[in-house]
């Protein structure tokens, strides 16, 4: 009989040996799972935003007092990624400003409230936004900088990220930053053009807080 063995159910002629592999299995086992509960579950990666086109179909600037207005129409497509290989990722907001010279001239929604982004898959989306005139807070060097790239017919524009997003089995609500510099040139320019080369945005260290 195996008396000592009926914790891992050994029969017939089986040792204590083979008892003891046995549990020694089970406990590796054991700890296995806890590891790949805790790398999976335990840290989360932040999301990586990628804008992939963008194009300016109008940019223009008015220097009335007592700001400067903006008409202007762009389109975005972005994409983002959720890195992590077990756990969704669902955004309570995520929105992107437009800036120029340091100086926002509008604000858009990226994703709607309590869109979820499944684990390792990338969603894109496709943003067009535009206004006749929205104001912006441009001194001097804001305007010299306007006319110095409206003559080359390339604008510098910004679309900064913002937002917050929780993951799968975690209960915190993590803040999300991250910024896209984009070089755009004017529909419609003749001279040389420039093909829109896809821009990694960075992720700002503060998007670590909270999480």
């Known amino acids: 009989m195996c008396d000592d063995c009926e914790c891992c159910g050994c029969f017939g002629s089986y040792s204590r040996f083979a008892c003891g592999f046995c549990i020694g299995l089970a406990i590796i086992a054991a700890v296995a799972v806890i590891v790949v509960l805790v790398v999976g579950y335990g840290h989360a990666a932040q999301p990586r935003f990628q804008v992939e086109d963008a194009s300016l179909a109008r940019f223009a600037l008015a220097t009335t007092s007592p700001a400067a207005t903006i ?45 979820v982004l499944p684990a390792r898959k990338t969603a894109v989306f496709r943003i067009a936004s535009g206004a006749d005139v929205v104001s912006v807070m441009l001194g001097s060097a804001g ?35 991250s910024r896209c510099p984009l070089k755009l040139q004017l529909a419609g320019q003749d001279a040389a053009a420039v093909v829109f080369q896809k821009t990694t945005c960075e992720l700002l260290r503060s998007s670590q807080r909270g999480c």
């Open 71 to 115: 008409s202007y129409n762009l389109t975005l497509t972005l994409a983002v990624r959720n890195p992590n290989w077990a756990m969704g990722a669902t955004f309570r907001s995520l929105e992107a400003d437009y800036l120029f010279d340091g100086q926002r001239f509008d604000r858009v929604d990226v994703a709607a409230p309590g869109y």
């Open 143 to 177: 305007v010299k900088a306007y006319r110095r790239q409206s003559g080359k017919g390339v604008f510098d524009v910004e679309a900064a990220l913002s937002g917050q997003v929780k993951y799968q089995l975690h209960s915190t609500w993590c803040r999300l930053e």
